[in-house]
């Protein structure tokens, strides 16, 4: 059974950082892209970043690169998200899921976590 868990969420001002960890177990970690999306109340999910399989290669949503850094560590079967900068905006339900493609479309992906809420405050 494939479980994936987010954590790291939480409240933080406008201005700070959060980093979250997506703990997968249940498949071959190793073997998928990863990525990181978010769905704020009232809208569509949306892409934020995507990491291929060794790391080598990453993918950011424009509104994202430059104040978020998606990595994974393959020996802990771990993704991650460092957030910095963050907006009131940002607040959302930031979502860890796997795919074969490094690909920021989200009916690509095949499996998915429950979710970490964030919120930023003004």
């Known amino acids: 059974q494939v479980q994936m868990a987010e954590s790291g969420g939480g409240e933080v001002h406008a201005g700070g950082s959060l980093r979250l960890s997506c703990k997968v177990s249940g498949l071959r970690f190793d073997e998928y892209a990863m990525g990181w999306f978010r769905q704020a109340p009232g809208k569509e999910r949306e892409g934020v970043a995507a990491i291929n399989r060794t790391g080598v290669d990453t993918h950011y949503a424009y509104a994202f690169k430059g104040r978020f850094t998606i990595s994974r560590d393959n020996a802990q079967n771990t993704l991650y998200l460092q957030m910095d900068s963050l907006k009131p905006e940002d607040t959302a339900l930031y979502y860890c899921?796997?795919?074969?493609?490094?690909?920021?479309?989200?009916?690509?992906?095949?499996?998915w976590g429950q979710g970490t809420q964030v919120t930023v405050s003004s």
């Open positions: 899921a796997a795919s074969s493609y490094l690909t920021l479309a989200d009916y690509l992906y095949a499996y």
